[in-house]
């Protein structure tokens, strides 16, 4: 039985680890193959359990790090569970950027498990990042059906893709004003905030970096996958405007040798993008081109002679979305028309404060969420909401699978309208 919820002290931060699988090597997410992440190699590596010097410097890292919030369970003095929030900004729909409450390692020890012990670490940090004033929290789900009950809904998306190459030729277009480079890591570790920052500005579901981000970034290889290559693009003055960074694993088989795999690419703009990608797809002595963590609207199909040529062998979700706070975060973002409606929000439990009618009223220059006494033009879930708040998902198909109730006309038809964004939300890194 769990007796206190409360952030662990700084003596007490080697049992919080204890209780968290990746410091003890156990699993810690839902098991895939090798073939979603991207090379022949089974990915990620079985970790060992984190020895005490290990533990001391994870505990010296995060007590130093303000972003960071853990909390723990304890049931009579023992530390059995633990999880933490990570303060970030992420972009939402129109560009700006919102304080979230990033979820990350939970874990309860498997003889304290289904006892309710994630859900009251949950409602403390719900209740800290409230007081911390971020009115949205994320994460990414180890298992799908663990973080519904609380909320959480799909908000941003990841495709894996594979291309053979002998199929993959890019269409004529201009030539490229700018160049090529194959860099160390070093330079790329300069070269991605920048690239980043851009990308950042107008995708939506983009997180602000913690610093350190690309510090891991090597020349080493890692085992048969091999070293990290990386590849910038210059424009005209020679500033860096695109980087990817791939490796080329050895495979023991046939059937997978000569895969590419492209563990990142972005690009500040069209040239760029292209120039990386043309590289990549027709790179000697490779068969295939496999990128295991793209956005699902991907423009190089677009550039492709043959657009079948890429075939998508993975979609899924990425970061899931639970709006903590709603008027304060529907205030925060913009609507891709303007707009009113008056909905009703009466299953949030944990953050019963979001429960009631609002009226969203967005014109191009203001937003505005206040409460209303006037009839709803429908009922929406707190799960489904916060899904719909990064604008990837279709209200309709929410509405059919029965998560929005319409009472006027229109309305779910406006709430559509208002809520897509024009870009497909994405994030280039998790936490
Ligand atoms: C954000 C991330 O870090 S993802 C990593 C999550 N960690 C893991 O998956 C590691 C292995 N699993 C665990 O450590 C634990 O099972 C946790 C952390 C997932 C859940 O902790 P618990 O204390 O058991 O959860 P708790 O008892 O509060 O459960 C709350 C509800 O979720 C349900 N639930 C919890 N875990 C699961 C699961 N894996 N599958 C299905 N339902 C689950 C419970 O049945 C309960 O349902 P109810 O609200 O209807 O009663």
Known sequence: MVTEVRPPRRD?????YRTLPFANGMPSWEPADAAWHGGPEPWPPQRAPA??????ELAAADTADESFHPIAAFADGRCVGASGTI???VTVP???TVSMAGVTSTGVIATH????CLRRMMQAMFDAALERGEPLAMLSASEGRIYGRFGFSPATYRTRWELARHEAALLPSAPDPGSLELIGAADAKKAWPRVHASVRAHRVGELSPLPGRWDGLSDEADGTNGPLRFLVHRDQRGDVDGIAHFRLPWSPTADRAGTLVVEALEAMNPAAYRALWGLLIDFDLTKT????????????????TNPRAMRVTRQTD?????????????TQRSYLTPGELRFTIDDDRMCPGNNGTWHLRAD???????PTDEPADLIVALAALSTLYFGGMSAHDLAYAGHLTQHTEGAIGQLARMFRADSEPHNTFGF
């Open 289 to 304: 081109v496999v990128a295991p963590a793209r956005p699902r609207d991907e423009p190089l199909r677009w550039m492709l």
């Open 12 to 16: 007490e931060m080697a049992a919080y």
């Open 318 to 330: 990425n970061l899931w979305a639970r709006l903590l706070d709603v008027p304060r975060a529907l």
């Open 364 to 370: 191009d220059a203001v937003v505005t969420c206040l």
């Open 113 to 116: 498990r289904r006892r309710g």
């Open 87 to 89: 303060s970030f900004e």
């Open 94 to 96: 129109g560009g700006g």
């Open 51 to 56: 020895d005490a010097d290990q533990l001391e």
